[in-house]
């Protein structure tokens, strides 16, 4: 088992930018796909972003193209770069790795 710990989370305008990380407590991101989740109150958990080994991209309808999922194995961590942010990307933003979930960090657009 591994812990994955968010941070970076915060308020912002529309059309802001954040850029969220993801700690993993050990080296895991040679050996599995990384992935961003979110949810909102009264939604499912959808998936975000997903990197996966070889270093292949997946993101979410809702996203593409504004939101960028990259890693740093050296570092264990894997961020998601999220621009152009909307009211409806307020979520709270959860790093996963199979079984492995983190805590989440809460992202709130509001003007």
Excluded at 21 to 48: D, Y
Excluded at 82 to 101: F, I, P, Q, R
């Amino acid at each position: 088992q591994v812990q994955l710990v968010e941070s970076g989370g915060g308020l912002v305008q529309p059309g802001g930018s954040l850029r969220l990380s993801c700690a993993a407590s050990r080296s895991i991101f040679s050996f599995n796909t990384m992935k961003w989740h979110r949810q909102a109150p009264g939604n499912q958990r959808e998936l975000v972003a997903s990197i996966a080994t070889g270093g292949r991209t997946i993101y979410g309808d809702s996203v593409k193209g504004r939101f960028t999922i990259s890693r740093d194995n050296a570092k264990n961590t894997v961020y998601l770069q999220m621009n152009s942010l909307k009211l409806e990307d307020t979520a709270v933003y959860y790093c996963n790795s199979g079984e492995n979930w983190g805590q989440g960090t809460q992202v709130t657009v509001s003007s």
